[in-house]
């Protein structure tokens, strides 16, 4: 795997796998840098409900979501990324 990860650590570089490869493209509808950004606010909000690592999954209450969203067009956390900006 690469080096030691460190808190400090401001880049890193891997190498991805088939499998991770198309879950950041799919989860940035197949932009690489905004599905890892997108799979960061997911970890994000899954801590903050309470998750941790080594929790079963199934707290999470996937299984129950939609795939539809109110405004396809712009997520939630596009959002707060423009209000942040422009204040």
Partial sequence: ??????????YFQ??????QRMILLAAGKGNLCRGFEN????????HN??????????????GFA???S????????DKVRETAREE
């Fill in 1 to 10: 795997m690469g080096r030691p990860s460190n808190p400090q650590t401001r």
């Fill in 14 to 19: 891997r190498t991805l796998s088939d499998p």
């Fill in 39 to 46: 799979v960061l606010d997911l970890y994000s909000e899954a």
């Fill in 49 to 62: 409900k309470g998750f941790r690592p080594g929790d079963d999954l199934s707290i999470l209450n996937i």
């Fill in 66 to 68: 939609t795939t539809s």
């Fill in 70 to 77: 109110p405004k396809p067009d712009q997520s939630i956390r």
